[in-house]
């Protein structure tokens, strides 16, 4: 997917985004399990989606709204929408 972000949030995220990343990749089995990757293998256990939990940590950590407007992005199997700007080969991660 992508982000739109205006540079001070940016340079407010990126430390922490960057901090997360690290704590994510480094975190352990326990951690890694609850990631929803599908590309993990026991030779490469660490999530390949780490920079992206690093990022939304970042964000929330900064205060940092994020907006997604059901148009922009979909997903596999989406079909309420006329024509995407992008589809995205990653899976949604539902909490609620």
Known sequence: GWVAVEVGD??????LWLENTYKVRTAGEAVWALANDDFRTPESPRPWIS????????AALANVTQTEDGDTMVYPGDTHVKSPAIMHYGGRLLIG
């Not at 920079?51 to 970042?58: H, N, R, S, V």
């Open 10 to 15: 940016l340079a407010r995220i990126a430390p």
């Open 51 to 58: 920079e992206m939990y690093g990022y939304i940590l970042g």
